[in-house]
């Protein structure tokens, strides 16, 4: 009686580690930083709210009559209430994505991808002018992203902006219909559970702000991993294979995060070709990316693998690792400087031949880590990340250990038997509750409102030349990006930086104006009569100014 109890009272403890203690951290700690939402009264009684509403799903779902109509009405609409969700998420976040984007708010990394999808489009595809490299490459080649050419058509077809963001949106949400087919027919989950896990993996904080990222790569890769992990399950070796090979086109890093699946072919003891195919896929694209394309098109970059003073042979290679091995171990671990948050996430995969209860538990922050964890490594250090892995992993645990040991009596706990448990429904809960909690860490970077000089900068959108090079502020790139060549110039000292002739430059004096003194800049214009480095003022308006190279 006392281990049932406790096993009820398990997933409270649960959720009082997963949300209250670190929202509770010091506003002067990565933490509190990153939750500062919930440092004043308001957020705090918001986040009161959110457990009290937590606590009673748990405690409606444990309750053996209410939970069992809970799941009769799921199951027997289940593809309307995904099918609504699906339209909910993409109606409010490309709507949002879309009015912060004719406000002037869209982020920068939209430019690019777009500035990228437009130089691919009139037959550039290695070069962008917005990207910030000595060479001016493209997100493809910067990345070794070819699984972009399958995006570009689309923008050929559609290059409208505002319409690019919807499909963005549903293309991340894709990923909650995926999941779902994985969850139900692999891990064999309940109705409820696979909604509430499906919903708490499309809601996890940077996966949801891709929302405003515009048409991407990165946004491929949650649907085409869970695609990939579940043609692995099924035992579909080409076809795995196929989806493998779109996966590893995403990015650089990809190739060795999927590793993980020749660890995890080995451990079940696989056929060979579960393991040998992967590995010398994975190898090739780490070799291509690291070893040819970016050193190539980054020759001054971190990726570059070869020394560039022991010449081309093995020999001299040999060598020069030899005598300088510190160099040589830096050289070999560049490429995981930035991947050591896709490592820690992968490793979670390789526990799901092991664990069956906590594979759930993590399963889905999986979905929403796999390509976006760069989202934690920024506002979090590494040892509280590794701290909440630890964290996710004990409660698993412990609550799986509370369960078996109420369900001993009964014999031994089949795989499928802990899937349908209503433990792993409360794990879901849990999950889609902190995926609530960290809305307002990403909302907070959402602006929808206009700024003072908007009139002007649609004056100035209608004013300037399509196909004219033109140098603009950050927050103006994004609208200029599908009809014109663009350098990013936030301040006017990069007025002759530039390798390609600018035709037009917009300086705004209100951005970021504790980085530059614009006062000097204003008096040296007034008293040149209009004129800066080799530019005549032709309009100004609101802070905005705009000048035209000088012929001749």
């Not at 979905?367 to 990340?385: E, T, Y």
Request: net charge positive; proline share 5%; glycine share 4%.
């Amino acid at each position: 009686m006392k281990t049932a109890r406790a096993a009820r009272l398990a997933p409270l403890w649960a959720l009082t580690l997963l949300l209250i203690v670190p929202l509770w951290a010091s506003r002067d700690s990565d933490l509190g930083q990153a939750y500062g939402f919930y440092a004043d009264w308001p957020g705090r009684l918001a986040l009161c709210a959110l457990v009290g509403l937590a606590a009673l799903a748990i405690h409606l779902s444990l309750h053996q009559q209410i939970g069992a109509r809970i799941e009769r009405f799921a199951s027997q609409h289940f593809r309307k209430l995904l099918a609504s969700y699906v339209v909910a998420y993409t109606a409010i976040f490309a709507t949002l994505a879309i009015v912060s984007y004719l406000r002037f708010h869209s982020d920068v990394d939209y430019a690019n991808f777009l500035q990228s999808l437009n130089s691919a489009a009139h037959g550039r595809f290695f070069t962008n002018c917005l990207a910030n490299a000595p060479r001016e490459i493209s997100i493809f080649a910067d990345h070794n992203a070819p699984i972009m050419f399958l995006l570009f058509p689309i923008y050929i077809l559609l290059p409208y902006p505002s319409v690019l963001l919807i499909i963005s949106t549903l293309i991340l949400v894709s990923t909650a219909a995926i999941l779902s087919r994985y969850l139900r027919r692999i891990v064999r989950l309940d109705h409820t559970t696979t909604l509430c896990l499906c919903m708490a993996a499309t809601l996890a904080p940077y996966y949801a702000s891709q929302n405003f990222e515009g048409l991407s790569m990165e946004m491929l890769g949650p649907p085409l991993f869970i695609l990939a992990l579940h043609l692995f399950e099924k035992e579909r070796f080409w076809p795995f294979m196929v989806v493998l090979l779109f996966l590893n086109s995403v990015k650089e890093q990809v190739a060795i995060v999927m590793m993980v699946f020749v660890l995890v072919a080995l451990v079940r003891k696989k056929d060979a070709r579960w393991a040998v195919g992967p590995f010398l896929l994975n190898a090739m694209m780490i070799f291509i990316s690291f070893g040819l394309v970016i050193p190539h098109f980054r020759p001054t970059g971190a990726y570059k693998l070869l020394n560039p003073d022991a010449g081309t042979s093995l020999a001299g290679q040999a060598m020069a690792y030899v005598g300088h091995p510190a160099s040589a171990v830096q050289q070999v671990l560049a490429p995981f400087r930035l991947t050591y948050v896709y490592i820690v996430a992968a490793t979670n995969l390789f526990f799901l031949p092991f664990l069956s209860l906590e594979s759930l538990f993590i399963l889905p922050s999986l979905a929403k880590n796999l390509l976006f964890v760069r989202w934690a490594a920024n506002i979090m250090s590494k040892h509280a990340l590794l701290m909440s892995g630890a964290m996710a992993v004990a409660v698993g645990k412990a609550v799986g250990k509370f369960d078996a040991a109420a369900r001993r009596k009964q014999g031994a706990v089949s795989s499928a038997a802990l899937a349908r448990n209503p433990t792993t429904r409360v794990l879901a809960i849990l999950l889609l509750a902190s995926s609530i909690a960290h809305i307002p860490v990403w909302s907070r970077n959402i602006n929808l409102g206009k700024d003072a000089n908007h009139e002007a900068k649609m004056k100035l959108l209608k004013l300037l030349p399509r196909e004219a090079a033109i140098a603009l502020p950050q927050d103006m790139l994004t609208r200029f990006s599908t009809r014109n060549k663009l350098y990013n110039s936030a301040t006017p000292d990069g007025l002759t930086g530039f390798e390609m002739p600018v035709d037009y430059v917009v300086i705004e004096t209100s951005f970021h104006p504790e980085h530059y003194d614009y006062a000097s800049f204003l008096r040296s214009l007034e008293a040149n009569q209009g004129e800066y480095k080799g530019f005549r003022l032709i309009w100004q308006s609101d802070g905005l100014y705009l000048f035209e190279r000088q012929r001749g």
